[in-house]
């Protein structure tokens, strides 16, 4: 599909790029959207989950039964490592601290090295 475009040098400016900027204006942004939209597209689907999903969490949070409820889980999680902890052998410990210490990386080697 031709279109016919009409460009004109105006005297006053010197002959503008106006025109040339016209013409290669919509080509250049079909190749931008062909090239990086969809990039643009993944990374605002992310955003907009992300976005959705902190809503979520803040309308959660503002529940008080909800928020009580958050606490008391992480404090039983807390009790049960403390547990865990005081309960194993002397060998268990090492091990545990040492995959610990692995998992969370850089803070030593394990003891078995």
């Known amino acids: ?3 016919k475009v009409e460009c004109r040098v105006e005297p006053a400016d010197g002959g503008s790029p106006t025109c040339v900027t016209k013409l290669l204006q919509k080509p250049l942004a079909k190749w931008i959207d062909f090239l990086y939209g969809p990039f643009f597209r993944v990374i605002g689907f ?3 989950s992300y ?3 902190r809503a979520r969490v803040a309308k959660l949070k503002s ?11 992480a404090i039983l999680i807390l ?4 547990l865990i902890w005081f309960l194993a052998s002397d060998e268990s410990r090492t091990r545990l601290v040492d995959d610990i210490k692995q998992s969370i990386g850089g803070f030593g080697t394990s003891s078995g090295e």
Do not use: H, P, S
């Open 79 to 82: 009790v049960g490592w403390i």
């Open 46 to 48: 992310f955003y907009r």
């Open 63 to 73: 529940n008080e039964k909800v928020a009580a409820f958050l606490k008391l889980m």
């Open 51 to 53: 976005t959705a999903n």
């Open 1 to 3: 599909m031709l279109q």
